[in-house]
């Protein structure tokens, strides 16, 4: 049974940074994607950043250029750098995983990001 755990979200003014991290457990095997879905009240859960065979990435349009997608294959851990963060970056964030292609996400406890200012 695949576990994540996330940390590192929070409350920072518009233009700040913050970095999420997402460590899994309970699987040994290089994870095939891991990826960042955020969820706000009234929209959509959408897929934020995700990163596949541990280099392939992709971004949200709206994050792109500002937000960073890495992981650490060694620790199965993946992290997403958020810089200039704007207010419609507020919402909640879910880190997922696939162990292989095709299969279902294993997702995160989520973790709240608000704008303090």
């Known amino acids: 049974q695949v576990q994540l755990e996330e940390s590192g979200g929070g409350s920072v003014q518009v233009g700040g940074s913050l970095r999420l991290s997402c460590a899994a457990s309970?699987?040994?095997?290089?994870?095939?994607?891991m990826a960042w879905y955020r969820h706000a009240p009234g929209n959509q859960r959408e897929l934020v950043a995700e990163?596949?065979?541990?280099?392939?990435?992709y971004y949200l349009d709206s994050v792109q250029g500002r937000f960073t997608i890495s992981r650490d294959n060694a620790k199965n851990t993946v992290y997403l750098q958020m810089n200039s963060l704007q207010p419609e970056d507020t919402a909640d964030y879910y880190c997922?995983?696939?162990?292989?292609?095709?299969?279902?996400?294993?997702w995160g406890q989520g973790n709240q990001i608000t704008d303090s200012s």
């Open positions: 997922g995983a696939r162990p292989k292609l095709g299969t279902d996400y294993y």
């Open positions: 309970g699987i040994t095997a290089k994870i095939y994607s």
């Open positions: 990163i596949r065979n541990g280099t392939a990435t």
